[in-house]
């Protein structure tokens, strides 16, 4: 009998011309939003990605009722919201004091009414803290003093990860990574997109004004292309506990806006602390 692979084969899934204008059309008008404000400056920066994070946490709720769990989704999303804006205008303490408030103020609602349970108040907590409170690294980031190339470096890195797993994925992908989560993923579309991830952070030196070592620059590459991954599956995992394709629908060609910063969420808490401890400020 012959041995089974630990890796299922299968035959690559193929570009669909339609749907990929559709998601190159979106992720420009993404692209340019993003760009734009982190070239503006640490505020725009922190609104624009409020207004995101409050979004997603939207949808992360509107997944969670689907499993009969009833978080406090008012309370979610304006922390959620909050966390970044916060951020951009008072740093970290600010950020510390919207977790604060909401964790007050979920343990008073609990507290309050009996009909709660302690799986709402959790998932009330982790939704905003899952969206708001990661993506809200990337605005401190931002408040580096080389936080703009920085900034963009890393979301740069991020796009080009994505688009490197799709396309290679899609074209040559035939071993799967992780079918039970996320069936369309293989491990060509995950090495091609840590490859290019990677690639993106090593250049980053050559950049005028930017003074990173070349050491600190393959560690951030290295993180930032493993916690892209984690966090992609990790919102696949919770599409699927819900039984949904895409967290919404606001974003043709990409579905919600919790499908579009999955990959970037994780990222911005890894990237933060690599750079923090390589002595970035």
Not at 217 to 233: E, F, I, P, R, Y
Request: charged content about 15%; hydrophobic content about 55%; aromatic content about 10%.
């Amino acid at each position: 009998m012959a041995k089974q692979s630990a890796f299922p084969e299968s035959q690559p899934a193929g570009i669909k011309p339609a749907s990929l204008m559709r998601r190159v059309s979106t992720a420009l008008v993404y692209g340019l939003a993003v760009l734009g404000a982190l070239w503006w400056g640490v505020r725009p920066t922190g609104v624009l990605f409020g207004a995101m994070a409050g979004f997603a946490a939207a949808e992360f709720y509107a997944m969670e009722r689907r499993e009969r769990r009833l978080p406090n989704e008012p309370f979610g999303i304006i922390a959620a919201t909050a966390m970044p804006i916060a951020a951009a205008f008072w740093g970290l303490p600010g950020l510390s004091a919207v977790v604060t408030a909401l964790i007050a103020a979920s343990l008073l609602w609990h507290t309050l009414f009996v009909h709660v349970q302690t799986a709402d108040t959790a998932e009330t907590v982790f939704g905003a803290v899952y969206t708001g409170f990661l993506l809200a690294y990337l605005v401190l980031i931002r408040t580096f003093e080389q936080g703009l190339l920085l900034s963009v470096v890393l979301v740069v890195s991020v796009w080009v990860n994505d688009m490197a797993a799709y396309f290679v994925g899609s074209l040559a992908g035939r071993h799967k990574m992780v079918p039970h989560i996320s069936p369309k993923k293989s491990w060509e579309g995950f090495v091609a997109g840590a490859l290019a991830c990677t690639l993106v952070w090593l250049a980053a030196p050559l950049l005028p004004g930017l003074d990173l070592s070349r050491w600190l620059a393959l560690a951030a590459g290295v993180a930032v292309a493993l916690s892209s991954v984690v966090g992609d599956l990790a919102e696949s995992r919770m599409k699927r506990e819900a039984g949904v394709k895409d967290s919404g629908s606001s974003l043709p060609g990409h579905g919600g806006f919790l499908d579009r910063l999955d990959s970037l969420i994780l990222v911005c808490l890894v990237a933060y602390w690599v750079l923090w401890w390589g002595g970035v400020r």
